[in-house]
């Protein structure tokens, strides 16, 4: 009977050790982490109660989870270290490494993980929660060797990521946002990844044209090759139709959308994702539509929302940069890069911002620290308009060391780098109006270097590209002055002072252009307006009338 009664004791105890965990797990889901935690510790008590016993793995990793949660950073760390279970657990390792890195202490995430058995490390063929678990462990890897400036052992780590768990997106995402492999290089990884042997034969179908949109993301999508939003879904297969109603199709959409220069249709591309979605890109179309009201709303409401996201300060800085106040946009712009330090398009619109002051050298620097300028960092120290033309690969870096080249008056040398910074930018049938000011500096180096008919040139595709620009249009009509056509000169200034009438260069020239007309002018040449006959004729005087002597005076009397 004692038996009895002690093995139903027994049974009774683990089951509510049992219910214990499903009440953790509910809770985590609901979001009620206070509940979960005192649940965990619960379960972890009770699992340890006894002379031998102790708490598994698991619960520890439900207990420090709760607590992390919480926000409290170290004793979930403490949790998991004081029990040497990041050693030898892969979940209790990853919740420390997290719980450090919120901490801002990379150095002792990547500490956890060294002293962890090297066996735990290895991907399983047969065990793909294993691989998951592992995955994740990597991924926070490489985002405290990325805090660290350590970008290339970053990026092996977020490969390894892929291909221990071909589904964690997160890796892919951490990888494209580095910036660390060319784009032949990306699709190599992913053709080279065991999809097909991790998942069924439709979830790997989905997986690869998500992976492949990713890939795309910087490949501009133009309003005429855009798909529709109102397209029959009954035309396309599962695969597509649950890709076009993901959320993240539309960030791809307007992503690439904003690649190809269509501001509009990426906002609304956006708009359909969400209001929220995709910040960085949103600011950008904002700025390109010079919508100044809208981006300081929209960045206003993101401070307010989450003042810890380097977005939020993005976009505060693209607003003063828009707005032409650039010494505050760099002030917010320092900001979101320490919050973010591998933000590309942060270090970009610093950039943007220096160059706006003509401080070339300082927006160099900057592009050579944006994602999109990696490969050109190394520049710096090799000395030599030559061998930065040839080093050069982004747009960006090229146009500004034109522009620095052409202050030190090394005309063929800012040339080169100019031209350069039109191949990278892209077709010339397909460039962006900005590069129209790229356009306008080649006019001016080839008129620098005697070749006004080349300048002019350069002057009509920038005001293709950009209509009505009163300094492309002034630049026109000092080249066309310089080979002797003063009189088309003379229409293209009065078009620039028509556009601005304060155009000093414009208002100079004019004036030159009009003194010079002038002293060619001979007495011949000034045209003569004969006047008709006219003949004056004196009518002949008339009879005075006789002297009215009717008194008809009125007087007004305010008497």
Not at 11 to 24: A, G, H
Not at 96 to 122: I, V
Not at 125 to 142: F, I, K, P
Not at 193 to 203: H, K, R, Y
Request: net charge negative; aromatic share 6%.
């Amino acid at each position: 009977m004692a038996k009895a009664e002690s093995a139903a004791r027994n049974n009774v105890e683990s089951l509510n050790v049992d219910f214990m965990r499903s009440l953790v797990k509910q809770y985590s889901e609901l979001g009620q982490w206070t509940s979960a935690f005192f649940w965990a510790d619960a379960a972890a008590a009770a699992a340890s109660s006894g002379p031998a016993a102790a708490a598994s793995g698991d619960d520890i990793w439900l207990l420090a989870s709760a607590m992390l949660a919480r926000g409290e950073l170290h004793r979930a760390a403490h949790a998991v270290t004081s029990r040497q279970l990041h050693r030898r657990h892969l979940l209790c390792l990853g919740v420390a490494m997290r719980a450090y890195l919120a901490a801002k202490e990379p150095s002792t995430a990547l500490t956890m993980l060294e002293e962890c058995d090297p066996a735990l490390l290895e991907p399983r063929s047969m065990d793909q929660t294993h691989n998951r678990a592992l995955a994740g462990v990597l991924v926070w890897q490489a985002r405290a060797l990325a805090t660290l400036e350590r970008r290339e052992a970053a990026a092996d780590a977020l490969t390894a990521a892929l291909r221990a768990d071909c589904a964690c997106y997160e890796a892919l995402d951490l990888l494209l946002e580095q910036h660390a492999l060319t784009p032949s290089q990306e699709s190599e990884l992913i053709e080279s990844l065991p999809i097909n042997n991790q998942m069924s034969a439709s979830e790997a179908a989905l997986l690869r044209v998500a992976y492949r949109d990713r890939l795309l993301r910087y490949a501009p999508l133009h309003s005429d090759q855009s798909p529709s939003s109102d397209g029959d879904s009954n035309s396309m297969g599962p695969v597509e139709s649950c890709r076009a109603l993901c959320a993240e199709a539309g960030e791809a959409l307007g992503r690439r959308l904003a690649a190809g220069g269509q501001w509009a249709l990426a906002l609304r591309a956006l708009d359909r994702a969400g209001p929220a979605c995709c910040p960085d890109v949103r600011a950008a179309c904002l700025v390109e539509l010079r919508k100044s009201a809208e981006l300081f709303a929209f960045a206003h409401a993101l401070v307010d929302a989450y003042p810890q996201s380097w977005t939020a300060w993005y976009a505060v800085g693209c607003y003063y940069y828009l707005i032409g106040k650039s010494e505050f946009a760099r002030r917010y712009l320092s900001k979101a890069c320490g919050l973010e330090p591998g933000a590309g398009c942060v270090w970009l619109a610093y950039g943007h911002s220096f160059a706006a002051d003509n401080e070339h050298d300082q927006a160099m620097a900057a592009y050579f620290k944006s994602g999109s300028a990696g490969d050109d960092a190394d520049i710096e120290n090799k000395g030599g308009w030559e061998r930065i033309a040839r080093s050069v690969k982004s747009a960006h870096v090229a146009h500004e060391a034109g522009a620095a080249a052409y202050a030190h008056q090394q005309y063929e040398a800012a040339k080169e780098l100019w031209l350069k910074a039109l191949r990278a930018a892209g077709p010339p049938d397909q460039l962006a109006p900005c590069w129209a000011a790229t356009l306008d500096a080649l006019g001016h180096a080839s008129r620098a270097l005697g070749q006004p008919a080349e300048a002019l040139r350069w002057h009509e595709r920038a005001l293709a590209l950009r209509p009505a620009r009163a300094g492309s249009l002034a630049a026109r009509g000092l080249c066309l002055a310089l080979l002797g056509r003063e009189s088309e000169a003379a229409d293209a200034l009065h078009a620039a002072l028509a556009r601005d009438p304060d155009h000093v260069v414009a208002l100079a020239l004019l004036d030159a252009i009009v003194d010079r007309l002038d002293a060619a002018l001979t007495e011949e040449e000034i045209p003569q307006f004969p006047f008709p006959a006219v003949e004056i004729s004196t009518p002949a005087p008339r009879a005075s009338p006789p002297p009215d002597t009717s008194d008809m005076s009125m007087s007004m009397s305010f008497d």
